[in-house]
């Protein structure tokens, strides 16, 4: 069962905060290895940015690598974790399925390992699994779209990678909601894989093909900016409606600009800290502090109504 994020959160700085507090002085505590998807993407930049950051906080030294989706890479940076008998590892996990390999290769060699922002398809193996509450993001999202859009639309889809589960589950999310409006009319999808390159080649095909779309909804905010792009150049983005999720400071430009409805704040910037924090109460004690191996972490709309509150990246003050 997934746990709320909330009480995770308590409980993990309730833990951490002398630690915290005596950093500077503290001695070299060991590795902790973070490894995340793609660095150039500002939303797993600040995943690995903050997960160093906190490790380096409590004492530990700390490394970011990236294995942009590649299992084959993923499984030899792990490799190199082991080699240098890293105290745990902090992970975004490449593939659902294909990462349970490396992952149960780490846990073999006596290394923990937190999950962070994407699952893996077996539980047991990551000593935790920290995510965003994506169902529940989704939906806002999706209400926010048919908000700004109406209820009678034809629209398109952008979709992140087949091979991470919170594809699907934003799609799903969208669709729960979307469904509930038959005047709105989904006329084509395409998969992006959460790049803005990608999301601007196939905005380019489904222009093509659907011309007179009035809606783009998509699974993040790299897509959907891509998308952004794509209308600009064909002289349509002032008649279509587009929404994205992650949170990044380019999203939060692109609604300041009115550029972009809306976006789905996901609080990687928490539970990337709260993952660190879990780990060094492991190494500490052999416990992790929580019941459960899965906890969601819900997700916030970012709108032009609140979007000066957003003070740093992903984050929003309350």
Request: negative net charge; proline residues 4%; glycine residues 8%.
């Amino acid at each position: 069962m997934f746990k709320t994020g909330k009480r995770l959160l308590i409980a993990a700085l309730a833990v951490s905060a002398p630690l915290l507090a005596g950093s500077a002085m503290a001695q070299d505590k060991g590795l902790i290895s973070v490894i995340v998807n793609d660095t150039s993407n500002p939303y797993w930049f600040t995943e690995g940015k903050i997960a160093r950051e906190t490790a380096e906080e409590l004492g530990y030294r700390a490394n970011v690598s990236a294995h942009k989706g590649d299992t084959n890479t993923e499984s030899r940076q792990i490799d190199t974790a082991i080699t240098n008998q890293a105290k745990a590892i902090i992970l975004d996990p490449a593939n659902a399925d294909g990462s349970v390999g490396a992952v149960r290769k780490a846990v073999e060699a006596g290394i923990p390992v937190f999950l962070v922002n994407a699952e893996i398809n077996e539980q047991g193996l990551a000593k935790a699994q920290l995510v965003s509450n994506n169902a529940q993001g989704a939906a806002l999202g999706a209400q926010q779209w048919v908000q700004t859009v109406g209820d009678s639309a034809n629209y398109v889809e952008l979709k992140g990678a087949p091979s991470d589960n919170n594809a699907a589950t934003r799609s799903n999310g969208y669709e729960t909601v979307l469904s509930q409006y038959p005047d709105l009319k989904k006329v084509g999808e395409d998969v992006a894989n959460w790049d803005r390159t990608q999301g601007f080649n196939k905005m380019q095909s489904l222009l093509q093909a659907n011309p007179d779309i009035q809606g783009v909804i998509s699974g993040n905010d790299e897509m959907a900016l891509g998308a952004i792009a794509a209308l600009k150049e064909a002289g349509k983005l002032d008649d279509v409606v587009v929404g994205g999720f992650d949170g990044s400071p380019d999203a939060v430009d692109a609604v300041k600009s009115g550029e972009l409805a809306y976006t789905v704040l996901q609080p990687v910037a928490i539970f990337s800290k709260a993952a660190v924090q879990m780990a060094d109460k492991f190494i500490t004690t052999g416990e992790t502090g929580v019941q459960g191996e899965k906890h969601l972490f819900d997700c916030i709309l970012i709108t032009p109504d609140n979007v000066d509150q957003y003070v740093s990246p992903f984050v929003l003050k309350p």
